[in-house]
Structures are given as structure tokens and as C-alpha cells.
């Protein structure tokens, strides 16, 4: 569960998951697979699963984790044979899943299950969030937070492995549309799904329209030729803007969202939106014609729409074809994307709005009472919150960027792209470094700028 971004403007407002997954030319961790079948109706909230994981993590084989409305009915090993476990009785939690406690480690595990979960067609639930199984009288949508499917966990560690790679049927009664993250969204009611990149799975089927053009999917929502050219006009641009700068190509392209949630009347009540990102899906509970719109106003409020695209778009190099890990995850998951994003709105919509941007971020770090962990001397257990990865890290990239130029800068933006996740400070260096950065210049970038973690450049 890795917030991202939040869809709306404001620096630190935040939310939910990036994608995260396999990649590129570099030593990676275990890449899970997923495989099997989930039937689903939308008429009763019926769940089936029928599920096996294999190529978990070693330190994750020896225990799963599955949402708390959903009962295990067995649980089998890659031979057929069946399998004890523990998590009937005072079972583990993490979050919304139980957690179960194999025999012993197992390589591979089939999982049979069944539940069932309230329908909201009147959308008055109390409240709804990324880990519920939501049904709302006309869709479903189970995002990798709600772990519909099996997810291998690492209880010393208590993570979820919740990107995979995955081969699905998937049988939806009352669907017209299905939609796996990452692959194409299909018309009808059952599919089977592959992919071969690992991403978080999340699973949106439903009754409403699809729109597909080849830079953006809308599902559940139709928009007027006019908008749905302006969103894929922007989108265009930042993949451009973006597979120049790191050398890349950008191959996905989101897929935008329209969830009624299980409760909008309040939210409608109260005019409130509520969304996440789960790179390449972009979920809004407001209406998308909004992001069209606002694009099509230009101005400020066109801006922000072009940064936070730009973010998520930016989760293609850092979530997906590089996936961070260790001390400096949130810095090269979160901050390396919202350096990019500031890059591409400077390419897109002018210096003076990238300008602004950036003085709004330097501004709420100003704001700050509490002195932030020093770059230098972060650790596992650092605790790098919402202005750490949306305001300042990036405000560190920049003023790297100002000292060693940006030429250098592309160089390192690449190089961290290349390079396994580093675990400490020489290691991140050795990638500046590599990039062109002499050590002379890392040193006074870092005793400018980094060491003490003030709020800006001494
Ligand atoms: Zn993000």
C-alpha cells in the first residue's frame, strides 16, 4: 500500500498506490504470478476464487494474506495436495485481509475461496476506501489494497507482495465491461488477462461505457469527442515530454476511472472527490469530464491537471520498470516522479507555471515547523511523510540539478532508473558519480543542501 499522490491539486493532500513492478535491465526482487480464476456477480456480491501464487518472495512463502469477507475453502500445493494452515481461530490482520499461517513455506499455493459483500445501489454507505470489495448495485471494483486475489505477506516485514505478474479468468454475471490493471479493458462479461509486468491488481468491471482512443482509456463515463481529445492530447504530450528525458519510451497509457463509490450521495452532498492512482489507472470518483475541462479552461487550474498526469505518468519508470526498495523507496518512487512531473510541466505549460509549481512546494516546506530527516542520514526506519516525498526530496533533485546542470542531472535521473534501488549513501553517490557528478560537486550539493536537512540551500 503505497500512497501516491492525491489527485487534486494540493501539494500534500495523498493518497493511494502507485504501480509498481517489473523492470528493467537491473537485478530485481522476486517477481510473484498469479494465476486462475475469480467469478463474480453484481447482482449479489458473490466472490469465487480459485487462485495460485507462485514465485513469491522466499521470506513471504510462508504466509498469505485475503480479504476478511472472503473464506478459504482450501488450500493446495503445486502437486495437488492439500495444505494446513492456520488463521481460523484469533488469526493475523493486516489491514483489511487476514493473514494465514502455512504448515511450512511452500513455492507454490492454490487458494479456493468464497464470499459474499453488501451491495450499496443507493451508494449510502458510510464511507468507502481503496481496500473494500465494492459493490454498488452496478460495478465492482477491487483494487491489489483489498486483496480479492491471494497476496504472499512477509509478517517480519509485514508486506504484502501486492504486484504481480498474473494470467486470469475472470467471469463477471451483470458486467458489460471488465478491466484488469494494466491490460486492456474488454467489452463482456468474462476474459482471461495477462500480463507479464508485474503490477498491483485491480480488478473494475461494470455496466457503464468505455471510450478508448490511443493515448487514454475512459471507463464508466462518456465524454465528448472534444474532451476526451483534450485528455489525450495532454497525455500525448507528457509521454513525449517524458520519453525524451529518460531516454525511454513511455509504453503505457492511463486508463481513467469513473468509480460511483458505495458513498457518493454524501460526497455529492458535501462536494467531495475522492480518487487514487494505480499506475496506469487513474481513478476519480468525480465525474473525468472535470480533468477535461480544467485542461480546456488552461490557466492555473489546466496546470495542475498537466502536473499530477504528469506524476502518475512518471510511475511508469519509478514503480514500474524500476521498483524501489529500501531506505530511499519513497524518494525514488514518489520524488522521482514529481521531479519528472515538474520537468513536463515546464515542456508543456512554460516556465512560469513550472515556476510556480515549484514555489509552492518550496513554500510549504517553509511552512514546516518540525526540521525533516537530513537525506544523508536516512535510514529504514526514517519516517519520510507526505512533504518529504511530494515537496521536498523533489526541491532536493532541483537544487541538484542547479548546481551540477542538466545535462548531469538527466544522466542521474537515468542512471537511478538503471540501477538496482541503492541502500545507503555511497551507493547513491556511486550513481551520481557514474552519471558525470563529480565527487567534488556531490559534496558541495551535499553540504549546501542536504546535511543538516534544512529547508532550503544554505
Ligand atoms: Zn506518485
Known sequence: MNPCKALLPAVVAALLAPAISQAAPTAQVATPLTTGSVRLDIATGRVEGDVCLSNSPANAQGHFVLNAGLNVAQVIDGEGKPVGFDGWYAPGVDGEARVYTLAEPIAKICVQYVGAFPLYPKHDALGDFKGMMAFNGDSARFTEQSAWLP??????????????????????????????????????????FRSDTARPILLFGGSGPTTRTAQVTILNETLPTAKVDALSSTVQKVADVHSRYMGVPLVDRPTFLRMVTLNQIERDREGSEWGFATWPTIAMSGSIVN?????????????????????????????TLNRPQGPYFWVLLESSAEFLSIKALRGISGDAAADRYV???????????????????????????????????????????????????????????????PKNW??????????GIDTKAWQHWQESCVTGGRPSCR
Open 426 to 435: 555511497p551507493e547513491l553517490q556511486a550513481i551520481a558519480l557514474k552519471a
Open 359 to 421: 514555489a509552492g512546494l518550496q513554500a510549504a516546506v517553509n511552512k514546516l515547523s518540525t526540521p525533516l530527516p537530513a537525506f544523508d542520514a536516512i535510514d529504514g526506519s526514517s519516517d519520510l511523510g507526505e512533504m518529504y516525498r511530494y515537496a521536498y526530496a523533489p526541491l532536493l533533485l532541483l537544487s541538484l540539478e542547479k548546481q551540477v546542470g542538466e545535462a548531469k542531472m538527466q544522466a542521474f535521473m537515468r542512471g537511478l532508473l538503471a540501477s538496482t534501488s
Open 151 to 192: 497476496q504472499a505477506f512477509d509478517p517480519k516485514a509485514r508486506v504484502r507482495s501486492s504486484q504481480s505478474r498474473y494470467d486470469l479468468q475472470v467471469d463477471c454475471a451483470g458486467c458489460r465491461f471488465l478491466y484488469l490493471n494494466g491490460s486492456p479493458a474488454i467489452e463482456g462479461a468474462q476474459g482471461r
Open 291 to 319: 480533468v477535461a475541462d480544467s485542461l480546456l479552461a488552461g490557466g492555473e487550474s489546466a496546470e495542475r491537471r498537466v502536473q499530477y498526469i504528469a506524476h502518475e505518468m512518471g510511475h511508469y519508470y519509478f514503480g
